[in-house]
């Protein structure tokens, strides 16, 4: 049995170790091969024979798997999988693993970290003082602060709960859109399910916790930016596709929005030389990182590598979650 673990050279900067010792706990005999993905033709040889791939960004959609005839099981180590041709792999009998659950502490504090920094000018100030060297307290624009403004989100799954409780301990009112949550859950949580157009009307912050779906991409447009009455802080960090990135330069450029705190892109390698959000100081981007801990990343190593040899050795049902 040969295994496959690979993806973008910079995405295996990690103990790659850990995962060849716990797929060895359940497949002493298997071959395992790390591979970093940089030309896709040189990687269809190396996968041709390959029973199980574990990644998380290379595409598989219906050329990729017609090059992969030896596939048995995906893992996605990531809660993502939108890379993936889902109705293609389940015609074929590939089971697709994703994990649920092992980041979501990190992704709240992280949306809560963008949102401190945004609205307390953290970025002109540090500007000011380590590029300048500049020491002025009025320097930037005054801050809204967080005690009774209202946060708009958009999902109300574990992220979304965890930024809400977050939020709320700041003294935020909190709004959600999401037709899947549980109202009594919701009720729970003091968080008030809206619709859209009620929750663009009334949010000093709008932050995006959607999955990533065709009837959400890029979703939020420039018709949308213009209804966010109350130019809102804008944080994203689920998907880059639900964002039309050229919409979104112009709603910071005509002002509908006051800032905007990105984790991801459309792309999930952009180019940053050509960048039109860079260098703007009520623009934080970071690099898709709001996933990144140590606890982290090894639950994220287990349970991929589990998942994946769950599958391989007809267990799929012991899989964390099957995706497809």
Same mark, same amino acid.
């Given at each position: 049995?040969?295994?496959?673990?690979?993806?973008?050279?910079?995405?295996?900067?990690?103990?790659?170790?850990?995962?060849?010792?716990?797929?060895?706990?359940?497949?002493?005999?298997?071959?395992?091969? %790390?591979? @970093? /993905?940089? $030309? +896709?033709?040189?990687?269809?040889?190396?996968?041709?024979?390959?029973?199980?791939?574990? *990644?998380? =960004?290379?595409?598989?959609?219906?050329?990729?798997?017609?090059?992969?005839?030896?596939?048995?099981?995906?893992?996605?180590?990531?809660?993502?999988?939108?890379?993936?041709?889902?109705?293609?792999?389940?015609?074929?009998?590939?089971?697709?693993?994703?994990?649920?659950?092992?980041?979501?502490?990190?992704?709240?504090?992280?949306?809560?970290?963008?949102?401190?920094?945004?609205?307390?000018?953290?970025?002109?100030?540090?500007?000011?003082?380590?590029?300048?060297?500049?020491?002025?307290?009025?320097?930037?624009?005054?801050?809204?602060?967080?005690?009774?403004?209202?946060?708009?989100?958009?999902?109300?799954?574990?992220?979304?709960?965890?930024?809400?409780?977050?939020?709320?301990?700041?003294?935020?009112?909190?709004?959600? %859109?999401? @037709? /899947?949550? $549980? +109202?009594?859950?919701?009720?729970?949580?003091?968080?008030?399910?809206?619709?859209?157009? *009620?929750? =663009?009307?009334?949010?000093?912050?709008?932050?995006?916790?959607?999955?990533?779906?065709?009837?959400?991409?890029?979703?939020?447009?420039?018709?949308?930016?213009?209804?966010?009455?109350?130019?809102?802080?804008?944080?994203?960090?689920?998907?880059?596709?639900?964002?039309?990135?050229?919409?979104?330069?112009?709603?910071?450029?005509?002002?509908?929005?006051?800032?905007?705190?990105?984790?991801?892109?459309?792309?999930?390698?952009?180019?940053?030389?050509?960048?039109?959000?860079?260098?703007?100081?009520?623009?934080?981007?970071?690099?898709?990182?709001?996933?990144?801990?140590?606890?982290?990343?090894?639950?994220?190593?287990?349970?991929?590598?589990?998942?994946?040899?769950?599958?391989?050795?007809?267990?799929?049902?012991?899989?964390?979650?099957?995706?497809?």
């Amino acid at each position: 049995m040969k295994i496959l673990i690979t993806d973008y050279p910079d995405v295996l900067g990690r103990e790659l170790e850990k995962e060849i010792a716990y797929l060895h706990e359940d497949l002493p005999d298997a071959e395992i091969l %790390v591979y @970093p /993905y940089t $030309d +896709p033709e040189a990687f269809y040889r190396e996968a041709a024979d390959a029973d199980g791939l574990l *990644t998380a =960004f290379i595409p598989l959609d219906k050329p990729a798997l017609d090059r992969l005839p030896g596939l048995k099981a995906v893992s996605i180590n990531a809660t993502g999988y939108n890379f993936v041709d889902l109705a293609e792999t389940r015609r074929r009998g590939i089971p697709v693993c994703a994990i649920g659950e092992y980041c979501t502490q990190e992704v709240a504090d992280h949306t809560m970290a963008l949102l401190l920094a945004l609205d307390r000018n953290l970025k002109h100030y540090t500007d000011d003082i380590d590029r300048i060297g500049r020491w002025q307290y009025y320097a930037a624009p005054r801050p809204m602060g967080l005690s009774g403004a209202v946060l708009g989100l958009f999902g109300l799954g574990k992220i979304g709960r965890a930024v809400a409780r977050r939020a709320q301990g700041f003294g935020m009112q909190v709004l959600a %859109v999401d @037709p /899947y949550a $549980d +109202p009594a859950q919701a009720a729970a949580l003091g968080v008030t399910l809206t619709d859209a157009d *009620t929750l =663009f009307d009334r949010s000093d912050v709008i932050s995006n916790h959607m999955n990533l779906t065709p009837e959400n991409t890029g979703f939020f447009d420039y018709a949308y930016f213009r209804k966010m009455r109350r130019r809102p802080i804008f944080l994203n960090v689920a998907r880059g596709g639900s964002v039309n990135e050229a919409d979104l330069v112009r709603a910071l450029d005509e002002g509908l929005i006051r800032a905007a705190g990105l984790d991801v892109l459309e792309a999930e390698k952009p180019d940053l030389t050509h960048c039109a959000l860079r260098g703007r100081s009520n623009v934080i981007l970071t690099p898709h990182a709001a996933f990144y801990s140590a606890r982290a990343i090894e639950a994220l190593q287990r349970m991929s590598c589990k998942n994946l040899t769950a599958c391989l050795t007809g267990h799929p049902d012991k899989a964390f979650r099957v995706v497809n």
